[in-house]
């Protein structure tokens, strides 16, 4: 079992940068995959980026832009999203999901543990 509680969410400008955060209970978290999901209004969640449980691999959907990164640190139970440059369309509740297997999927379905989320709003 792995309880999931994200923070960091908030209301930015456009082109503001913002840093959330994904924080894990449990002594085994290192054999979790995480990833991001996002869902913005009146649409359904999409994979954001996700990460190996050993950190070595990432992964990002393409809207990213190189302007996201996904971080973890297994000591510290964390996973972290930092977004820059953020647009509009970045608004939306984004939450972490963790998969007990090496690598991350895309797929929603894919995931057993899910945060509650934060929610992320940019305005123009």
């Known amino acids: 079992q792995v309880l999931l509680v994200e923070s960091g969410g908030g209301l930015v400008q456009a082109g503001d940068s913002l840093r959330l955060s994904c924080a894990a209970s449990?002594?085994?978290?290192?054999?979790?995959?995480v990833a991001w999901f996002r869902q913005p209004p009146g649409k359904e969640r999409e994979f954001v980026a996700g990460i190996s449980r050993s950190g070595g691999s990432t992964y990002y959907a393409d809207f990213t832009k190189g302007r996201f990164a996904i971080s973890r640190d297994n000591a510290k139970n964390t996973v972290w999203l930092q977004m820059s440059s953020l647009n509009p369309e970045a608004t939306g509740n984004y939450s972490c999901a963790a998969v007990g297997t090496t690598f991350p999927a895309r797929r929603e379905g894919g995931y057993a543990f899910w945060g509650q989320g934060t929610q992320v709003t940019v305005s123009s």
């Open positions: 449990g002594r085994t978290f290192s054999r979790y995959a």
